[in-house]
């Protein structure tokens, strides 16, 4: 299973390594990510419960909606790829909707046409990467069904990453870059 988002700092390049270092999934306890982002590591591992976390509210909106609306998310996404034009991106990056739903399609929407890939907000919090030069907004690999289910048993939250490393002191498995870089 491939992360449906384009993330930077995303740890494909990690898990393509053969030597990879992570556990099997049925010696792991309870995941925990606490920097979550394009969640490589986790579409990977495919762990069957745990916890995700990454302090990027809008990130993690995106994931709690194709956890557990994604039939109403691809069906906006499809709309979106029919609209997409230059006019339709700047448009859709200026908007600021109030619903989950709208959100999350929003994000991914912008995710996968803008500039690379990139997220950057200004100082008011407003999304503000040029178009990029993709135009697909439904993939060929997407999977949401699969990704539904996959992430069905996952508490997934907006935190900081101290709140979550909290939850795993009794010794349950962290995947953090942090541990990363300290091993
Ligand atoms: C390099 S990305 C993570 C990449 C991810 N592991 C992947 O494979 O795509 C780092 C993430 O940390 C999140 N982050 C930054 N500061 C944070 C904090 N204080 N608490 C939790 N998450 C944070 C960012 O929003 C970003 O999504």
New binding site residues.
């Given amino acids: 299973m491939e ?1 449906f988002l384009k ?6 390049w990690l898990i393509s390594n053969p030597n990879n270092i992570f556990p099997d999934e049925t010696k792991i306890k309870q995941y925990i ?9 986790f579409f990977h591992i495919q762990p069957s419960n745990g916890h995700l ?4 509210e809008d ?1 993690i909106n995106a994931y709690i909606i194709v956890r557990d609306k994604w039939e109403d998310l691809i069906e906006i996404l499809r709309k979106y790829e029919i609209q997409h034009c230059k006019e339709f991106y700047y448009q859709m990056r200026s908007n600021n909707p109030r619903s989950p739903l709208q959100k999350a399609a929003r994000f991914i929407y912008l995710n996968r046409t803008c500039w690379n890939g990139l997220y950057r907000v200004n100082s008011k919090g407003e999304f503000n990467v040029p178009i990029g030069t993709k135009t697909k907004v439904i993939l060929d690999a997407d999977d949401f069904l699969g990704l539904s289910s996959l992430l069905a048993g996952m508490n997934i939250e907006a ?4 709140k ?1 490393i909290d939850k795993a002191n009794d010794g349950r498995g962290v995947y953090s ?1 942090l541990a990363i870089k300290c091993w």
Avoid: H, M, Q
């Fill in positions: 992360p993330w930077a700092g995303g740890k494909r990510e606490p920097f979550l982002g394009g969640a490589a590591v976390s990454d302090i990027n990130l935190c900081d990453f101290e979550t870059e």
